[in-house]
């Protein structure tokens, strides 16, 4: 079983930034994709970025040039990099993991951009 924990979601007005860390636990050998997903009420939760154990790197064109992704393999610790917050933003940020024949999900973490 792998846990996700994610953090440092809040309230940012436009234009702000912001940092998420997500931390994996459990039985762990290794982990090749992390990613981060976003869902606003009322609609589809969304891909935001993904990271492979290498660095490589995907981002949804919504997000592309404001937010980075990166990762501590170390650590087994995903962050994403938030700049220049939009009020379109604004959504649960779930942290994902697929590992082992499963996909690993966090709890969420709220970020709402506004003014």
């Known amino acids: 079983q792998v846990q996700l924990v994610e953090s440092g979601g809040g309230l940012v007005q436009p234009g702000g930034s912001l940092r998420l860390s997500c931390a994996a636990s459990?039985?762990?050998?290794?982990?090749?994709?992390m990613g981060w997903y976003r869902q606003a009420p009322g609609k589809q939760r969304e891909l935001v970025a993904t990271?492979?154990?290498?660095?490589?790197?995907n981002y949804a064109d919504s997000v592309k040039g404001r937010f980075t992704i990166s990762r501590d393999n170390a650590k087994n610790t995903v962050y994403l990099q938030m700049n220049s917050l939009k009020p379109e933003d604004t959504a649960v940020y779930y942290c994902?993991?697929?590992?082992?024949?499963?996909?690993?999900w966090g709890q969420g973490t709220q970020v709402t951009v506004s003014s």
């Open positions: 459990g039985s762990i050998f290794s982990i090749n994709v």
């Open positions: 990271i492979t154990s290498g660095g490589s790197t």
């Open positions: 994902n993991a697929p590992y082992s024949l499963r996909d690993y």
